[in-house]
């Protein structure tokens, strides 16, 4: 077993000596640098740490190359494909009823990690940096916490400057820009709907605004519409505050938020865990944060019935205007790159570099 001291790594920031643990987010505006992991279901992690220093944003060429994960077909999905089409056809029969306007339909597939024992996700974190950079990219270990997470996020949940507070909800995803359809804006309308409402609930009266609505962004393999949504804290509201008025993220739920949740509650068959949660830092001394949804991420479960799996999530949006083979289709292309980065194959067929 390597050893593996707690540890994490976001952009050019890696912190290390862990100082202290808690599962309260209040404690992120007491003092001190914290990494966080919010699980979707509502568990959160902010560990202090005490050393926290700028490396770069560069990892050495041969980070990496310890990593040994799941080949790209030895995958499970807690959907199969007729089980999630199955889901979106009932999605879409409670927009009839007018239960919800949309909601977000997701799968966690999992894989035997084929040598649990050595396995660092700092080392997986690097090859996401090289086969999938992401504006959002960071690792979370804590191994004696239950917490090992590598993201290639490329969504904002909530940034942090003082008093001022934004998010950056995508909805809307093809492989180019023609792909997407009007669907796809209509979808990325309602959710920013959705998030100026969440954090018009801690954020002063009047000061929410838009700075920029369905933007084509383009990432590995994919592009994105990205919209921004942005408001000023009111007095005596802090981060407990705004995860009680924003969580779990509007993107990766649905409208209204609560409709969304209880459908999801009842067609999904596995805990999302950290996928759709909240990943990033807090830095209580200088009053800022950044977050990720919690998306494009892996995480270890050593828990798991049968032995230690490598875990990740991927889901689309659903609404009234949603095909189910198309929905499949787009959870497909979010999971494929990722798939092949995490079992080695990306990094062999573009760099040549051997990850036996």
Same mark, same amino acid.
């Given at each position: &077993?390597?050893? @593996?001291?707690?540890?994490?790594?976001?952009?050019?920031?890696?912190?290390?000596?862990?100082?202290?643990?808690?599962?309260?987010?209040?404690?992120?505006?007491?003092?001190?640098?914290?990494?966080?992991?919010?699980?979707?279901?509502?568990?959160?992690?902010?560990?202090?740490?005490?050393?926290? #220093?700028?490396?770069?944003? #560069? =990892?050495?060429?041969? %980070?990496?190359?310890?990593?040994?994960?799941?080949?790209?077909?030895?995958?499970?999905?807690?959907?199969?494909?007729?089980?999630?089409? %199955?889901?979106?056809?009932?999605?879409?029969?409670?927009? *009839?009823?007018?239960?919800?306007? @949309?909601?977000?339909?997701?799968?966690?597939?999992? $894989?035997?990690?084929?040598?649990?024992?050595?396995?660092?996700?700092?080392?997986?974190?690097?090859?996401?940096?090289?086969?999938?950079?992401?504006?959002?990219?960071? /690792?979370?270990?804590?191994?004696?916490?239950?917490?090992?997470?590598?993201?290639?996020?490329?969504?904002?949940?909530?940034?942090?400057?003082?008093?001022?507070?934004?998010?950056?909800?995508?909805?809307?995803?093809?492989?180019?820009?023609?792909?997407?359809?009007?669907?796809?804006?209509?979808?990325?309308? &309602?959710?920013?709907?959705?998030?100026?409402?969440?954090?018009?609930?801690?954020?002063?009266?009047?000061?929410?605004?838009?700075?920029?609505?369905?933007?084509?962004?383009? +990432?590995?393999?994919?592009? +994105?519409?990205?919209?921004?949504?942005?408001?000023?804290? %009111?007095?005596?509201?802090?981060?407990?505050?705004?995860?009680?008025?924003?969580?779990?993220?509007?993107?990766?739920?649905?409208?209204?938020?609560?409709?969304? !949740?209880?459908?999801?509650? *009842?067609?999904?068959? $596995?805990? =999302?865990?950290?996928?759709?949660?909240?990943?990033?830092?807090?830095?209580?001394? #200088?009053?800022?944060?950044?977050?990720?949804?919690?998306?494009?991420?892996?995480?270890?479960?050593?828990?798991?019935?049968?032995?230690?799996?490598?875990?990740?999530? /991927?889901?689309?949006?659903?609404?009234?205007?949603?095909?189910? +083979? #198309?929905?499949?289709?787009?959870?497909?292309?979010?999971?494929?790159? !990722?798939?092949?980065? $995490?079992?080695?194959?990306? $990094?062999?067929?573009?760099?040549?570099?051997? +990850?036996?």
């Amino acid at each position: &077993m390597l050893d @593996q001291a707690p540890l994490a790594r976001f952009g050019g920031l890696l912190a290390s000596d862990l100082r202290d643990v808690t599962r309260d987010p209040a404690a992120l505006d007491s003092k001190g640098w914290w990494a966080v992991v919010a699980d979707f279901e509502g568990g959160t992690v902010c560990a202090r740490f005490g050393d926290v #220093r700028t490396v770069g944003e #560069r =990892r050495s060429p041969s %980070a990496g190359d310890h990593w040994r994960g799941p080949a790209a077909h030895d995958w499970t999905s807690s959907l199969d494909r007729a089980g999630y089409e %199955a889901g979106v056809r009932r999605i879409r029969e409670h927009i *009839a009823a007018g239960d919800v306007y @949309q909601a977000n339909l997701c799968r966690v597939l999992s $894989a035997r990690l084929p040598e649990p024992d050595t396995a660092d996700v700092d080392e997986l974190a690097a090859l996401l940096a090289g086969g999938n950079p992401a504006p959002y990219s960071g /690792t979370v270990r804590l191994p004696g916490h239950g917490v090992e997470v590598a993201t290639a996020s490329p969504e904002l949940y909530l940034r942090r400057g003082g008093r001022t507070v934004e998010s950056g909800p995508i909805k809307g995803t093809g492989r180019t820009e023609a792909d997407l359809l009007p669907k796809d804006h209509a979808e990325n309308v &309602m959710i920013v709907d959705l998030v100026r409402n969440d954090l018009g609930r801690v954020c002063t009266p009047g000061s929410v605004t838009v700075p920029r609505l369905c933007e084509v962004e383009p +990432h590995p393999g994919l592009v +994105h519409l990205v919209s921004s949504v942005r408001g000023e804290l %009111a007095p005596g509201a802090g981060w407990a505050e705004l995860f009680a008025a924003t969580f779990p993220p509007g993107s990766v739920t649905g409208a209204p938020k609560s409709s969304a !949740l209880r459908i999801i509650d *009842a067609l999904e068959t $596995a805990p =999302r865990g950290p996928y759709c949660g909240g990943v990033g830092w807090v830095d209580a001394d #200088r009053g800022t944060g950044r977050l990720a949804v919690g998306i494009r991420t892996f995480w270890i479960d050593r828990t798991a019935p049968g032995g230690p799996q490598l875990r990740f999530g /991927t889901g689309a949006g659903i609404t009234w205007g949603s095909e189910p +083979h #198309r929905e499949w289709a787009e959870t497909e292309l979010k999971a494929e790159r !990722l798939l092949r980065v $995490a079992s080695g194959e990306y $990094a062999r067929s573009t760099t040549g570099r051997r +990850h036996t």
